[in-house]
């Protein structure tokens, strides 16, 4: 069964109608073509002025959708021989982040990412992406094991942020999250991050500290969650549309503020539309920022990646 967002409902209605049609002519033999054509027409046109007007707030109810592709999707259809890699070798293996070696168009890489999970067992399993200090430990070791091999690395991003729990701090949380993004930095490696859903915090940037950082163009990269900072600046969580419309967190915000690289277009309606077009569309953007990377060398890649960053920052605070 499709989920419809709530500024969605128009549509949802109209293809309720749709769908109404089409059982009315399957039991009776109705021919209601023309009406079903004339409906279809209607429900694209409305599609269509909707999301070419999303406000910020409704681009990060999209980027949350649960029909979206999860990292796992893009590493099916993209990467070939897939490895999984488990545990940090100093704790336990984190479900929340995914990692392994495989192939991608023929080329190996080494493969990271947060999954959400698809499902109610599957949100549990991965901690709906929200990731522990030994997630952010495993990321580490396998960077830095692409690095002795000489594989580019590939992240897929979509995290509400590291898993805030007691525990999480006790085991280190800050310095684990610190310690990926400075492995991301220095990684000898072309490295080509995505943001597939939600970019959160810190959680996000430790597998984001790459040579090209990418975007879907409906997707949301932040600080803090829009619920997060009206919380903080209104104490009222409620206030979230309008936290959202501050914090600039839409990829067309970032592309113009030159925090990203490039913003990777969406099927009509979003990536939860046509999963099939958006795993295609990252992929052949993936390749396309990959390959020039392919003729640098380690110090030149990590020289290259480190001045990216301090720029980024200047350009953060401006």
């Known amino acids: 069964m499709r989920h419809f967002l709530d500024f969605e409902k128009p549509i949802a209605e109209l293809e309720g109608k749709i769908e109404e049609l089409r059982r009315t002519t399957d039991a009776g033999g109705i021919d209601v073509a023309d009406e079903v ?72 890489v080494a493969v990271l990412g947060t999954e959400k999970g698809a499902d109610t067992e599957g949100r549990v399993k991965h901690n709906f992406g929200m990731a522990r200090p030994e997630g952010y430990r495993k990321a580490r070791r396998i960077m830095e094991l692409a690095g002795r091999f ?21 085991r280190g ?3 684990a999250i610190a ?3 400075e492995a991301g930095l220095e990684a000898p490696v072309p490295f080509v991050a995505t ?5 959160g915090s810190g959680g996000a940037i430790a597998l984001a500290a790459a040579d090209r950082v990418l975007m879907l163009e409906h997707s949301i990269y932040s600080v803090i969650s829009p619920e997060g900072c009206a919380s903080i600046l209104w104490r009222d969580a409620a206030q979230a ?14 592309r113009r503020l030159n925090l990203v690289d490039a913003v990777v277009p969406e099927p009509m309606g979003g990536a939860h539309r046509d999963p099939e077009a958006a795993l295609k569309a990252v992929g052949d ?3 396309e920022s990959l390959e020039p990377l392919l003729a640098y060398d380690g110090a030149t890649l990590r020289a290259r990646r480190r001045e990216k960053f301090l720029e980024m920052g200047r350009n953060s605070v401006a």
């Open 150 to 170: 000489g594989l580019p690395i590939l992240s897929f991003v979509d995290t509400a942020g590291a898993f805030p729990g007691i525990e999480a701090e006790a």
């Open 179 to 181: 310690r990926s993004i």
């Open 241 to 254: 549309p309008a936290a959202a419309e501050a914090l600039k967190l839409t990829a067309e915000d970032l």
């Open 37 to 108: 054509g004339k409906l279809r027409d209607k429900a694209q046109s409305l599609l269509k002025t909707t999301y070419a007007k999303l406000s910020p707030w409704q681009k990060a109810l999209v980027a949350r959708h649960p029909d979206r592709p999860k990292c796992l999707d893009y590493i099916r259809a993209h990467i070939e021989e897939w490895t999984p890699l488990a545990g940090d070798r100093a704790f336990a293996d984190d479900a929340a982040v995914v990692g392994g070696l495989g192939r991608f168009r023929g080329r190996a």
């Open 173 to 175: 949380q800050a310095e």
């Open 195 to 199: 943001i597939i859903g939600e970019g």
């Open 285 to 287: 953007k993936v390749w």
